[in-house]
């Protein structure tokens, strides 16, 4: 592609890339997540079929992508089911092309889960639809489901959101931080573990945050990183695989500083391993290694230089890129 890449969004089995305004895809079509109107896979990026216009931010769920134009409007395309927040459930063909979303018409950025998706609105509210059956809508336990999207109550100021398969969090412009959804693993971060918390809680972090990112691929495996103005990582949740890079490998139910011993400007929590970018452009990574990124594959709970010359990271589940 080149250059002008502003944006890049990994999804499990697709990826998205945002270049001078035009949004691309490839890897897995076969559910449409391509948005090209085909459900077949592309080794090479094809150009969603997204209205003529410009376009500032992409985003990813479960099967599905996601997009927002210049002005506001937000767009879904992909995998059948709740999280492309269109309405009633889509029949097979009308999910192949990008649908905009109604009543996302000033959004400013966009997140997904397993099946569910948040959408930051430029007012600094957030408004989220998909499954909620482990509160991961943050809109209590009531709704089941929301094919629309629906505000979280509570939040303003918001600057942030992140996803993970069943859990969500946003940031405000205090470095606040706020959770809900599943916490079998203490991935809330509220020093205790359940089944799930299906409103906003804030987190105790010692210190305001700068950057946020939740990961997860199963629902009782999700951890999140957060990451403070002077490069140090706080993180939390499951850590079976090493992926919070504190050295040891249980689950913690509340922040904890990792001694990473480098200065992070952005991290990327995947599902069982993770990744952070210097500002040198150095993209280090933590935890399971059944893959071989880290030329190994076995576990690391601490940090390996695996890339270098980057400017931007992103992962979900057990797939990552950077450019």
């Not at 949004?23 to 079929?49: I, M, R």
């Not at 002005?71 to 309405?87: F, K, N, P, V």
């Not at 991935?187 to 299906?198: A, E, F, V, Y």
């Not at 990451?227 to 140090?232: H, M, W």
């Amino acid at each position: 592609l080149g250059s002008g890449v502003t944006q890049v969004a990994a999804g499990n089995a697709s990826t998205y890339v945002l270049q001078n305004g035009r949004v691309w895809a490839f890897g897995d079509g076969e559910a449409g997540e391509l948005g090209n109107g085909l459900d077949e896979n592309s080794v090479v990026p094809e150009e969603v079929g997204l209205p003529s216009g410009t376009y500032k931010a992409i985003g990813e769920a479960k099967d599905t992508g996601y997009a927002i134009s210049a002005s506001g409007q937000g767009y879904s395309w992909g995998a059948l089911g709740s999280a492309l927040c269109t309405g009633e459930r889509a029949t097979r063909g009308e999910e192949q092309l990008p649908t905009a979303v109604p009543g996302i018409t000033e959004a400013a950025e966009v997140r997904g889960g397993g099946e569910h998706v948040i959408w930051l609105m430029r007012n600094g509210t957030v408004r989220t639809c998909g499954l909620n059956t482990w509160g991961q809508l943050g809109v209590g336990a009531e709704i089941q489901v929301s094919r629309t999207p629906i505000r979280v109550p509570g939040l303003t100021g918001i600057v942030e959101v992140s996803c993970g398969n069943r859990f969500s969090a946003a940031r405000n412009s205090a470095g606040e931080v706020f959770m809900w959804g599943e916490n079998e693993a203490g991935q809330i971060g509220q020093g205790r573990t359940s089944l799930g918390i299906d409103t906003p809680v804030k987190v105790d972090l010692p210190e305001p945050a700068a950057q946020i990112s939740l990961g997860g691929d199963l629902y009782d495996n999700g951890h999140a990183l957060a990451v403070r103005r002077a490069g140090v990582v706080y993180g939390w949740g499951y850590d079976r695989s090493g992926q919070l890079g504190d050295g040891s490998e249980p689950n913690r139910a509340s922040p904890i500083a990792l001694p990473l011993g480098i200065a992070f400007k952005s991290v990327a929590a995947s599902g069982t391993y993770s990744l952070g970018l210097t500002s040198a452009g150095n993209v280090f990574a933590w935890g399971s290694d059944l893959g071989g990124g880290m030329g190994t594959e076995t576990s690391r709970n601490s940090a390996v230089l695996v890339d270098s010359g980057a400017s931007m990271i992103s992962a979900t589940a057990t797939d990552s890129v950077d450019n």
